[in-house]
Nanobody, 123 residues
Framework: QVQLVESGGGLVQAGGSLRLSCAAS????????MGWFRQAPGKEHEFVATITASGGHTYYVDSVKGRFTISRDNVKNTMYLQMNTLKTEDTAVYYC????????????????WGRGTQVTVSL
């Protein structure tokens, strides 16, 4: 069992930056691939980024490539999402998720989810 808690969301102006954190419980964090997803008002969940258990490989949705960076610290049991050059269309609730096996952009493949943190980007 893995429990995930997101933090770091907030209100920021367009062009600004935020860093989200996802703290995981348990001693097996380093064995899980991790991902970030988001859901904007009235829209479906959208994949944002994923990272392998070791942190050696990452993958992003095209809309955030070059602006967002996913990373993890397996000693601190924490995953991060550094978000730069934020746009109004990045406004959403951001969720972190954990899965066994390979990293993935498929929401259905994830086993554990946090409750989310709100990111609002204003003009």
């Amino acid at each position: 069992q893995v429990q995930l808690v997101e933090s770091g969301g907030g209100l920021v102006q367009a062009g600004g930056s935020l860093r989200l954190s996802c703290a995981a419980s348990g001693r097996t964090f380093s064995t899980y691939a991790m991902g970030w997803f988001r859901q904007a008002p009235g829209k479906e969940h959208e994949f944002v980024a994923t990272i392998t258990a070791s942190g050696g490989h990452t993958y992003y949705v095209d809309s955030v490539k070059g602006r967002f960076t996913i990373s993890r610290d397996n000693v601190k049991n924490t995953m991060y999402l550094q978000m730069n050059t934020l746009k109004t269309e990045d406004t959403a609730v951001y969720y972190c998720a954990a899965k066994r096996g390979a990293y993935s952009d498929l929401r259905i493949s994830y086993d554990y989810w946090g409750r989310g943190t709100q990111v609002t980007v204003s003009l």
